[in-house]
Protein backbone atom coordinates (compact mmCIF):
# COMPACT_ATOMS: atom_id res chain seq x y z
CA UNK A 1 0.00 0.00 0.00
CA UNK A 2 1.64 3.31 -0.57
CA UNK A 3 2.02 5.78 2.39
CA UNK A 4 4.32 6.44 4.96
CA UNK A 5 5.07 2.98 7.35
CA UNK A 6 7.26 2.43 10.27
CA UNK A 7 8.52 -0.46 12.25
CA UNK A 8 8.61 -1.93 14.21
CA UNK A 9 5.58 -0.55 15.85
CA UNK A 10 6.15 -1.38 19.62
CA UNK A 11 9.84 -2.31 20.83
CA UNK A 12 11.23 -3.35 24.38
CA UNK A 13 14.54 -3.12 24.54
CA UNK A 14 17.32 -2.56 27.45
CA UNK A 15 19.31 0.24 28.53
CA UNK A 16 22.50 0.70 26.66
CA UNK A 17 21.52 -1.62 23.51
CA UNK A 18 21.52 -0.03 19.63
CA UNK A 19 17.93 0.37 18.15
CA UNK A 20 16.77 0.88 14.51
CA UNK A 21 13.43 2.66 14.16
CA UNK A 22 12.77 2.19 10.14
CA UNK A 23 10.33 4.55 8.00
CA UNK A 24 9.50 4.39 4.84
CA UNK A 25 7.36 6.19 2.14
CA UNK A 26 6.35 5.55 -1.47
CA UNK A 27 5.79 8.69 -2.57
CA UNK A 28 9.30 10.18 -2.97
CA UNK A 29 8.67 13.06 -0.99
CA UNK A 30 11.75 15.13 -0.55
CA UNK A 31 11.29 16.53 3.01
CA UNK A 32 11.44 13.51 6.10
CA UNK A 33 11.39 14.58 9.76
CA UNK A 34 11.51 12.49 13.04
CA UNK A 35 9.80 13.10 16.05
CA UNK A 36 9.38 12.03 19.36
CA UNK A 37 5.87 12.60 21.24
CA UNK A 38 6.04 12.81 25.49
CA UNK A 39 3.57 13.73 27.68
CA UNK A 40 3.43 17.39 28.26
CA UNK A 41 6.18 17.96 25.41
CA UNK A 42 3.58 17.61 22.18
CA UNK A 43 5.64 16.55 19.37
CA UNK A 44 9.55 17.59 18.55
CA UNK A 45 11.42 17.42 16.29
CA UNK A 46 14.97 14.98 16.46
CA UNK A 47 16.10 15.04 12.81
CA UNK A 48 14.69 16.13 9.62
CA UNK A 49 16.41 15.21 5.28
CA UNK A 50 15.54 18.12 3.00
CA UNK A 51 16.51 15.01 0.20
CA UNK A 52 19.04 11.85 0.20
CA UNK A 53 22.42 12.90 1.92
CA UNK A 54 20.68 16.09 3.32
CA UNK A 55 20.18 15.41 7.17
CA UNK A 56 20.23 18.46 9.91
CA UNK A 57 19.72 18.32 13.36
CA UNK A 58 16.22 19.20 14.90
CA UNK A 59 15.63 20.32 18.94
CA UNK A 60 15.91 17.43 20.70
CA UNK A 61 19.01 15.20 18.48
CA UNK A 62 21.24 14.02 21.20
CA UNK A 63 21.82 10.17 21.42
CA UNK A 64 20.01 9.59 17.81
CA UNK A 65 21.58 9.08 15.00
CA UNK A 66 19.88 9.00 11.00
CA UNK A 67 20.81 8.24 7.56
CA UNK A 68 19.19 8.60 3.92
CA UNK A 69 20.92 6.67 1.77
CA UNK A 70 17.71 6.48 -0.17
CA UNK A 71 14.77 9.06 -0.57
CA UNK A 72 12.22 6.94 0.48
CA UNK A 73 14.17 5.78 3.58
CA UNK A 74 14.99 7.61 6.87
CA UNK A 75 15.97 5.03 9.73
CA UNK A 76 16.53 6.73 13.37
CA UNK A 77 19.02 4.65 15.60
CA UNK A 78 19.23 5.11 19.25
CA UNK A 79 23.38 4.11 19.56
CA UNK A 80 23.02 3.52 23.06
CA UNK A 81 19.34 3.48 24.40
CA UNK A 82 19.04 5.39 27.78
CA UNK A 83 15.35 5.18 29.71
CA UNK A 84 15.02 9.00 28.79
CA UNK A 85 14.11 7.57 25.35
CA UNK A 86 11.07 6.21 25.98
CA UNK A 87 8.57 7.74 24.08
CA UNK A 88 6.61 7.54 21.12
CA UNK A 89 8.51 8.01 17.56
CA UNK A 90 7.11 9.22 14.76
CA UNK A 91 7.89 9.49 11.13
CA UNK A 92 6.69 12.00 8.80
CA UNK A 93 7.39 13.05 4.99
CA UNK A 94 6.21 16.77 2.41
CA UNK A 95 5.88 16.71 -0.77
CA UNK A 96 7.72 18.78 -2.99
CA UNK A 97 5.22 21.26 -4.14
CA UNK A 98 3.26 21.83 -0.74
CA UNK A 99 6.22 21.07 2.22
CA UNK A 100 4.28 22.56 4.85
CA UNK A 101 1.91 20.09 4.92
CA UNK A 102 3.43 17.13 6.53
CA UNK A 103 2.13 13.51 6.26
CA UNK A 104 3.02 11.11 9.49
CA UNK A 105 3.30 7.77 9.84
CA UNK A 106 1.87 5.24 12.07
CA UNK A 107 4.49 5.82 15.41
CA UNK A 108 6.86 3.11 17.13
CA UNK A 109 6.19 2.93 20.96
CA UNK A 110 9.73 2.61 22.20
CA UNK A 111 10.40 1.27 25.95
CA UNK A 112 13.86 1.37 27.12
CA UNK A 113 14.29 -0.97 30.26
CA UNK B 1 12.96 30.72 18.44
CA UNK B 2 9.17 30.04 17.08
CA UNK B 3 6.58 28.39 19.75
CA UNK B 4 2.85 27.84 19.85
CA UNK B 5 0.91 27.64 23.09
CA UNK B 6 -2.77 25.58 23.10
CA UNK B 7 -5.01 25.63 25.77
CA UNK B 8 -4.48 22.67 28.25
CA UNK B 9 -6.59 19.69 28.72
CA UNK B 10 -8.15 17.45 28.81
CA UNK B 11 -11.86 18.60 27.62
CA UNK B 12 -14.75 16.46 28.17
CA UNK B 13 -17.71 17.47 26.07
CA UNK B 14 -20.99 16.16 25.64
CA UNK B 15 -22.39 15.59 22.12
CA UNK B 16 -23.58 18.22 19.83
CA UNK B 17 -22.05 20.68 22.35
CA UNK B 18 -19.68 23.98 21.26
CA UNK B 19 -15.58 23.27 21.17
CA UNK B 20 -13.36 25.58 20.79
CA UNK B 21 -9.37 25.06 21.14
CA UNK B 22 -7.62 27.83 21.96
CA UNK B 23 -3.44 28.28 20.21
CA UNK B 24 -1.90 31.05 20.05
CA UNK B 25 1.54 31.66 18.91
CA UNK B 26 5.32 33.09 18.72
CA UNK B 27 6.95 33.50 15.44
CA UNK B 28 9.19 36.17 13.51
CA UNK B 29 7.70 36.51 9.80
CA UNK B 30 4.21 34.99 8.98
CA UNK B 31 4.34 31.43 9.21
CA UNK B 32 1.83 28.92 8.01
CA UNK B 33 -0.49 27.79 10.81
CA UNK B 34 -1.92 24.25 11.56
CA UNK B 35 -4.16 21.44 13.37
CA UNK B 36 -3.44 18.18 13.15
CA UNK B 37 -5.37 15.60 14.96
CA UNK B 38 -4.47 12.00 16.76
CA UNK B 39 -7.07 9.43 16.51
CA UNK B 40 -6.32 7.10 19.59
CA UNK B 41 -3.78 4.34 18.71
CA UNK B 42 -2.66 6.46 15.54
CA UNK B 43 0.07 9.05 13.79
CA UNK B 44 -1.20 12.90 13.05
CA UNK B 45 -3.44 14.10 10.34
CA UNK B 46 -3.73 17.37 9.21
CA UNK B 47 -6.71 18.39 10.06
CA UNK B 48 -6.97 22.30 8.67
CA UNK B 49 -4.46 24.85 7.65
CA UNK B 50 -4.40 28.61 6.57
CA UNK B 51 -1.01 29.90 4.80
CA UNK B 52 -1.70 33.81 5.33
CA UNK B 53 -3.36 36.55 7.88
CA UNK B 54 -7.19 35.98 7.93
CA UNK B 55 -7.58 32.81 5.98
CA UNK B 56 -10.01 30.53 7.86
CA UNK B 57 -9.16 26.56 7.11
CA UNK B 58 -12.08 23.92 7.62
CA UNK B 59 -12.57 20.56 7.41
CA UNK B 60 -15.05 18.10 8.93
CA UNK B 61 -16.95 21.09 10.69
CA UNK B 62 -14.27 21.97 12.20
CA UNK B 63 -12.60 25.79 11.50
CA UNK B 64 -9.85 27.97 12.31
CA UNK B 65 -9.00 31.52 10.88
CA UNK B 66 -5.71 33.13 11.08
CA UNK B 67 -5.38 36.44 13.18
CA UNK B 68 -2.07 38.39 13.25
CA UNK B 69 -3.29 40.58 15.28
CA UNK B 70 -3.90 38.29 18.14
CA UNK B 71 -1.41 35.78 17.03
CA UNK B 72 -3.80 33.51 17.31
CA UNK B 73 -5.49 30.63 15.53
CA UNK B 74 -8.05 28.94 17.57
CA UNK B 75 -9.99 25.86 16.54
CA UNK B 76 -14.08 25.58 17.16
CA UNK B 77 -17.03 23.02 16.19
CA UNK B 78 -20.59 23.90 16.72
CA UNK B 79 -21.33 20.59 17.40
CA UNK B 80 -19.00 17.77 18.02
CA UNK B 81 -19.69 13.99 18.07
CA UNK B 82 -17.86 11.15 20.09
CA UNK B 83 -16.15 10.30 16.86
CA UNK B 84 -14.62 13.61 17.61
CA UNK B 85 -12.75 12.11 20.28
CA UNK B 86 -8.84 12.73 19.77
CA UNK B 87 -5.63 14.72 20.80
CA UNK B 88 -5.44 18.21 18.66
CA UNK B 89 -2.24 19.85 18.34
CA UNK B 90 -1.98 23.11 16.96
CA UNK B 91 1.17 23.96 14.87
CA UNK B 92 3.16 26.31 13.00
CA UNK B 93 5.83 25.90 10.07
CA UNK B 94 9.19 27.45 9.66
CA UNK B 95 9.29 29.28 6.62
CA UNK B 96 12.65 28.53 5.59
CA UNK B 97 12.93 24.35 6.06
CA UNK B 98 9.81 23.52 6.84
CA UNK B 99 10.26 22.55 10.47
CA UNK B 100 6.83 22.30 12.32
CA UNK B 101 6.70 23.69 15.58
CA UNK B 102 3.97 22.14 17.62
CA UNK B 103 1.91 23.03 20.97
CA UNK B 104 1.56 20.26 23.46
CA UNK B 105 -2.00 19.27 22.30
CA UNK B 106 -5.27 18.89 23.61
CA UNK B 107 -7.14 15.75 24.43
CA UNK B 108 -10.67 16.33 23.48
CA UNK B 109 -12.78 13.48 25.26
CA UNK B 110 -16.79 13.91 23.88
CA UNK B 111 -19.43 11.35 25.67
CA UNK B 112 -22.74 10.05 23.77
Known amino acids: DAGITQSPRYKITETGRQVTLMCHQT?????MFWYRQDLGHGLRLIYYSAAADITDKGEVPDGYVVSRSKTENFPLTLESATRSQTSVYFC????????????FGPGTRLLVL | GDSVTQMEGPVTLSEEAFLTINCTYT??????LFWYVQYPGEGLQLLLK?????DKGSNKGFEATYRKETTSFHLEKGSVQVSDSAVYFC???????????FGAGTTVTVRA
Open chain 2, 27 to 32: ATGYPS
Open chain 2, 91 to 101: ALSDLDDYKLS
Open chain 1, 92 to 103: ASSEDRDEETQY
Open chain 2, 50 to 54: ATKAD
Open chain 1, 27 to 31: WSHSY
